[in-house]
């Protein structure tokens, strides 16, 4: 059994297949970077709030389950981050162009970014095998999909609650982006 009680992966040619949470998570922090940064219209807006509240429910999901039962002092610094991404949801609200702190969010997020690779993903890639980083590497990327499309704060963010919790919301944002016809996508800009 894993770190953290995981089940194995299945032997695919005698090797462990999938990208690592850290690889995953990373290539994620640069895409919400960019698109932070060249966001100006209410779609590139839409999408960065609708990418955003993903990513971060995934974390909530799984990153910070994972800094909690592995790297010594996780319970703190999961709780540090829980509460950083908690004012980053709550600086997202549902965005109306004239009262959006865009620069609010392109700093919040740069923080997020920041200490996320300078100190999270050092201290697991040290703490956890690469088996169970890319155990949850896979489940982080299957979670997107189900993750909400809008920020709520007030929703749970640890588990079980957020892993029965969120996919529900989601149901809902998703259905008001098809009525809406909101775009929450990067590749759809």
Do not use: C
């Amino acid at each position: 059994m894993s770190a953290l009680n995981l089940p194995p992966l299945p032997p695919i040619d005698g090797g462990t297949t999938g990208r690592n949470v850290l690889d995953v998570l990373a290539e994620r922090h640069r895409e919400l970077l960019g698109l932070a940064e060249r966001a100006t219209t209410g779609r590139e807006i839409d999408v960065l709030v609708a990418e955003l509240s993903r990513h971060l429910s995934v974390e909530e999901q799984y990153l910070y389950p994972a800094v909690r039962r592995t790297v010594p002092d996780g319970d703190r610094l999961a709780d540090r981050e829980l509460a950083e991404d908690h004012e980053l949801l709550t600086i997202l609200g549902e965005p109306e162009p004239a009262d959006f702190d865009l620069e609010a969010v392109r700093a919040a997020l740069r923080r997020h970014v920041e200490a996320d690779s300078s100190e999270l993903f050092p201290l697991l890639a040290q703490m956890v095998p690469v088996e169970d980083l890319i155990r949850i590497g896979n489940r982080v990327e299957l979670a997107e999909e189900a993750a909400p499309t809008r920020p709520h704060p007030g929703t749970p963010s640890r588990p079980p609650w957020n892993k029965i919790v969120d996919p529900m919301v989601a149901m809902i944002d998703k259905a008001r982006d098809v009525t809406s016809r909101r775009t929450t996508y990067i590749k759809d800009l």
